[in-house]
């Protein structure tokens, strides 16, 4: 029970601050002083982070440490600087990876990830920590890192206070029961009130509408929206439809009749800097766009350069130079020119800005300062900048309501909606924050009402075991006590919650079945005989189906390998039907992709699911060498040249002969079911539905059962199969009926890369040994690197050495994906060459110009900040192989290749 009074360290601490704590601030704070850990989910803005400053007052005001941890460097680094100007520069210290501060200090600032490897590691510095406040802790739904979160709740001191800090989900009791359970007394504080009012408006047009009908909405049960904008809405979509467009007369939120251009639909948004111009008129900056494409953010800063746009002040554009100054001053200058430095400088003058994760950091950085300070008005954004970042603005615009996620086109979620708009409204300088979104054909109010209203946004775990988690456990506490640890996880407390409303659904299914069974006679009823027997038949015709299935994309898989360059095919149906010429082959026996281009002058890779039988050459005919298929030319050229072959496409494929026809277990079947004795009955079809729903009830309930078999205990049981792995590959024995680390598994330890068993594996065969510094960290950028698309990276290792590494490394993959497909656990990513190039030559200390070009050369081109971005993967993993190579070769090449990179920008952006 959390008392009524505040404690005297709560006292001392409110004495400090500029401001009165609010009431969810105070009962958070107010449990802490109790001595419990809490749990503090409030909107963006609403002042979460005073929970963990007081976490941190307390701990100094006891003489001991906390550790503030955050998701990301950026918000480190600024967290870092806040606490630094409150505490003093010798009470603070920052953990991020690439900087280590005053490590030693009472507090410490460091990503999560930092402190999940120092539990690990079982760190010295772990002694006198009382408590650990982890920002941002909803990021533990996040499915590439969200793991190392509960890692971390797991993981600290019974007697650590945790402070955990989260956006507004609405499972926030399910996640604080869980906590209560792992961690002990733990106080749930929930806030769904934002500190500033938000209004939610629609620019239709030149026009900027309320969403909801203030009016209306005071005596209505729900939000009402507003008349106005859905009849000019609907205006809109009928002129579109008519060609034509006359703007009606009525009444905005900007008090003008004006409307588009007689004659014309305006279907789409006004352009980029007239919609910065009307918010400026209407009070409303500075203002971030969310434009979900870092392509479409820097368009959108050279669309408002280009049309004349100035948002600043002449005595403004010099402090934003002396900003940029400090920023910059110790970036070479002839990096700055290849960064695009004066353009982006001329734009930051006229108080405009892109800001994304292809930006050099420290452009970003530069950004954010002169955006807070008030210097910056209008910022075009990805959604990376709501993850956390302190950027409010006055005002949010979203430009669209769908965004990619990175496999397809998809609709925002209401979650997305509300983590965006939460930037609108600064605190203290705002009285209400503004959400707009820009009209075009498709948007329904309706649409954004739902996104604007919808308060439900569970959070669910990302959390399964890794190769490195399972070495640790073991390691640490041994198999029976890794496995009632990963039992405790909150992934399993989820999953166990789910299994008491199958279990319900289970009783329910026997009580039907039980009824249904009774009408058909009983148990001992013939019926019941006859109706397995029409069940056994129905599933024999579905599998000889599938199995006919299999059979043909077995039969097609095997053709398409054959494929020999040149060779002409037939693409027998869907859009890219017709004839086709095989430019490239494709080896792979599971999923052949052959590169392919059609008649219709499309190039593209095909797959056995475009070939419903086999495929077979037509005839051939003869390629250059080299054929660029990206080139409009050569795709026209050898489309014509296909065309004039004369090789015409075959008529309609011979109908494949079904394998049930020759099935003698499905033709007993059939006589069983026509001799038995109810086959005859006169109320048979009657009783036959109500078989089959006693048949689908049964399915139903056995899949049930299954369900519940698989859940329980589902975390443990894949711990269990990496450990079959890890054992047959020597990380770990068995020595007396127990479970040992061995000293290649002690090596393992130390390797927290996403492909953790694949640089283990490498390490210990040798694979990496007799490589330079600069082709170390080429091959082991394989392994970091990501492209942003399939099918971009194409690079080829730059030296001998490198090349014969790589397919060394690539041969280690493919056993170890093989490996991992028998045991049933997920696949480890195959490495990637699209950095190799940039990796190599920037560590062979050639100009930055030179390496982005040649990025470009050899694949998609990057960006500055991208270029950054994986120079510092590539460092943290050296790191890590420095400390857990087997041998000195390696461990010294790791260690000079990290100095190599180090080095220019990425020096710069590491301080």
């Known amino acids: 029970m959390v008392a009524d009074l505040d404690g005297p360290r709560l006292t001392e601490f409110t004495s400090l601050l500029p401001f009165p704590l609010d009431p969810f601030q105070r009962r958070a704070c107010r449990a802490l002083e109790d001595g419990h850990g809490v749990l503090v989910c409030a909107p963006t803005g609403a002042g979460k ?5 007081f976490a941190v007052h307390l701990a100094l005001s006891s003489g001991a440490k906390c550790f503030y941890t955050t998701p990301i460097k950026a918000l480190s680094n600024q967290k870092f600087a806040e606490l630094t100007a409150r505490y003093g520069r ?91 359970t792992v961690r002990g007394n733990t106080a749930v504080v929930v806030d769904e009130t934002r500190p500033v009012p938000l209004w939610q408006h ?19 049960s729900g939000p009402v929206i507003d008349k106005t904008l859905v009849r000019y809405v609907k205006e809109k979509v009928n002129a579109e ?25 305006e279907s789409r948004p006004i352009p980029r800097p007239e919609v910065i111009k009307l918010l400026d008129e209407e009070g409303l900056l500075p203002a971030i766009t969310f434009v979900f494409s870092r392509a479409g953010c820097d368009i959108a800063v050279d669309q408002c350069l280009r049309s004349g746009l100035r948002l600043t002040t002449d005595e403004q ?16 200058r002839g990096d700055l020119e290849v960064l695009g430095f004066w353009e982006w400088r001329d734009a930051l003058e006229r108080g405009l800005a892109a800001h994304h994760a292809g930006m050099l950091p420290v452009f970003r950085h530069t950004v954010e300062e002169l955006f807070v300070r008030g210097l910056v008005r209008a910022v075009f954004a990805t959604e990376t900048l709501a993850l956390g970042i302190n950027m409010p603005a006055r005002t949010v615009v979203l430009e669209r309501l769908v965004k990619f996620n990175g496999e397809t086109h998809a609709n925002l979620s209401p979650g997305e909606y509300t983590q965006l708009t939460g930037r609108a409204g600064r605190r203290g300088i705002d009285v209400e924050g503004h959400a707009v979104v820009l009209w075009q054909s498709g948007v329904e109010p309706t649409e954004v009402a739902g996104l604007a209203t919808t308060r439900t946004f569970p959070l669910r775990s990302s959390f399964r075991p890794s190769y490195n988690m399972a070495i640790n456990l073991v390691e640490r506490m ?48 013939p019926y019941v005989e006859y109706t397995e027997l029409r069940a056994r038949l129905k599933e024999r015709e ?17 053709s398409l390998v054959s494929l020999r360059r040149g060779d002409v095919i037939s693409i027998p149906s869907g859009r890219r039907s017709g004839l086709a010429v095989v430019l490239e082959t494709d080896a792979n026996s599971v999923d052949p992709r052959p590169l392919v281009l059609t008649e219709d002058k499309w190039a593209g890779r095909v797959s056995s699911a475009d070939f419903p039988t086999p495929v077979s050459a037509l005839g051939s005919m003869r390629l250059p060498r080299h054929v660029d298929h990206r080139t409009a030319r050569t795709r026209r050229d050898l489309a014509s040249a296909l065309r004039s072959t004369g090789i015409t496409p075959p008529g309609r494929g011979r109908r494949v002969r079904s394998s049930a ?46 369900k519940v078999a698989a859940t329980t205990n589902s975390l443990a049981r894949t711990f269990d199969r990496i450990l079959a792995l890890l054992s047959e590959r020597g990380y770990v024995e068995h020595v007396d009926g127990e479970v040992r680390v061995t000293e290649r598994g002690s090596k393992l330890t130390r390797l927290y890369s996403e492909s953790d068993l694949l640089v283990a594996e490498c390490l210990a065969e040798g694979v990496w040994r007799g490589l330079g510094p600069a082709e170390l960290a080429s091959v082991v950028s394989a392994v970091v690197f990501e492209s942003r698309q399939e099918g971009e990276s194409m690079a080829q290792g730059p030296t001998g050495n490198i090349r014969h590494a790589l397919a060394r490394t690539l041969a280690t993959w493919h056993d170890l994906r093989a490996d991992e497909i028998r045991l049933k656990l997920p696949p480890t990513r195959e490495p990637d060459t699209g950095f190799m190039i940039a990796v190599y030559k920037w560590a062979r200390k050639e100009s930055l110009e030179d390496v982005l070009f040649a990025a470009g050369q050899h694949g998609r081109a990057l960006s500055g900040g991208d270029f950054v971005r994986w120079c510092r993967q590539v460092i943290d993993l050296l790191d890590q192989i420095r400390t857990a190579a087997p041998d000195t070769e390696v461990s010294s090449a790791a260690s000079k290749a990290i100095s190599a990179i180090r080095r220019g920008v990425v020096a710069v952006d590491a301080a």
């Open 49 to 53: 982070t005073v929970v963990g400053e």
């Open 202 to 220: 629609i620019l239709v047009g030149r026009r900027l509408f309320d969403l909801f009908d203030v009016d209306a909405n005071a005596g209505a």
């Open 542 to 558: 579905r599998e000889l189906e599938r199995q006919g299935r299999t059979d043909r994309r077995n039969d097609a898989v095997t």
């Open 241 to 265: 439809r008519m060609g034509a467009w006359e703007a009606p007369r009525g009444r905005g939120r900007s008090g003008r009749g004006g409307g588009g251009r007689p004659g014309r639909p």
């Open 478 to 525: 041994g198999v029976d006590a890794s496995r009632a640890l990963l039992e405790r996880s909150f992934a399993q407390y989820q999953a166990d919650a789910s299994v008491v409303g199958l279990v319900r659904g289970i009783e329910r299914g026997a009580a039907t079945r039980n009824e249904l069974l009774t009408k058909l006679g009983g148990a001992d009823s």
């Open 317 to 332: 554009a010099v402090q934003i130079g002396e900003v940029i100054e400090r920023h910059t001053a110790e970036i070479p």
């Open 90 to 180: 010798g009470h603070v210290g920052l953990l991020t990876g690439d900087q280590s501060i005053n490590s030693d200090a009472p507090i410490v600032v460091m990503t999560t990830e930092v402190l999940r490897n120092m539990l690990y590691a079982e760190s010295p510095a772990l002694r006198g920590l009382s408590h650990v406040v982890m920002d941002e802790v909803h990021y533990l739904a996040d499915r590439f890192r969200g793991a190392v979160w509960e890692e971390v709740i797991l993981h600290l001191p019974e007697d650590v206070r945790l402070v955990s800090l989260s956006a507004t989900v609405s499972n926030a009791e399910e996640f604080g029961a869980w906590m209560e």
């Open 661 to 706: 026809a020759d099935d003698r277990e499905l033709s007993t079947l059939r006589r069983a079911v026509r001799s038995h004795p109810c086959h005859t009955w006169p109320d048979r079809e009657h009783l036959a539905r109500l078989a089959e729903k006693y048949s689908r009830v049964e399915r139903e309930t056995d899949a049930m059962r299954q």
